[in-house]
């Protein structure tokens, strides 16, 4: 590019156009409790979960959390695309004994899949709960009485999937 002023002097500049492509995230995957963020095209980019802290890692630990924004910015930082990720956490037992802690069944996160559905069965088979509004858990009761202290199993219907699994009521 060359610039002349009115005296008739000029300068002469070169300038590189670098063509960055805009990241697309393909997918989220979580592997234990590594969430691993996936692209559709390769390239140099910068991944972060807090909007803060950015890495050429694209994996991160969630062990202590249950929803997270996962963010993709390109080499200069002028395109960043986002994408919620939620995931549910299922308690390995209840215990029902009125002390605040642990007196129900929740799924803990669930509520960001709305349509969700728990299924609460003995070691028989017997369904003994059905709960459509998942914002309150099982309570340990069927018929209004006590289930014993027992294993129970669970059918989890959410987000298009079905989990199957197991839980301990203690007493």
């Not at 156009?17 to 691993?36: F, H, K, T, Y």
């Not at 215990?95 to 129900?104: A, C, K, S």
Request: glycine share 8%.
């Amino acid at each position: 590019c060359e610039v002349i002023n009115t005296a008739g002097c000029s300068s002469t500049a070169t300038f590189n156009v670098a063509v960055v492509e805009r990241p697309v995230i393909d997918s989220l995957l979580l592997i234990g409790e590594e969430l691993s963020i996936n692209l559709q095209i390769s390239g140099d980019f910068q991944f972060s979960i807090d909007g803060q802290n950015w890495t050429t890692r694209n994996t991160f630990d969630i062990t202590t959390f249950l929803q997270v924004t996962a963010r993709v910015r390109d080499q200069f930082g002028c395109e960043i695309v986002t994408q919620q990720f939620s995931r549910i956490q299922i308690p390995k037992y209840f215990t029902p004994n009125g002390d605040g802690f642990h007196d129900t069944f929740e799924i803990y996160g669930i509520d960001q899949f709305l349509g969700a559905k728990l299924e609460i069965f003995d070691r028989y088979g017997k369904l003994l709960a059905q709960i459509n509004d998942l914002v309150v858990g099982w309570d340990g009761l069927y018929l209004n009485q006590p289930m014993p202290s027992s294993d129970y199993w669970y059918r989890l219907y959410y987000n298009g999937k079905l989990i199957t699994g197991h839980f301990t009521l203690k007493r």
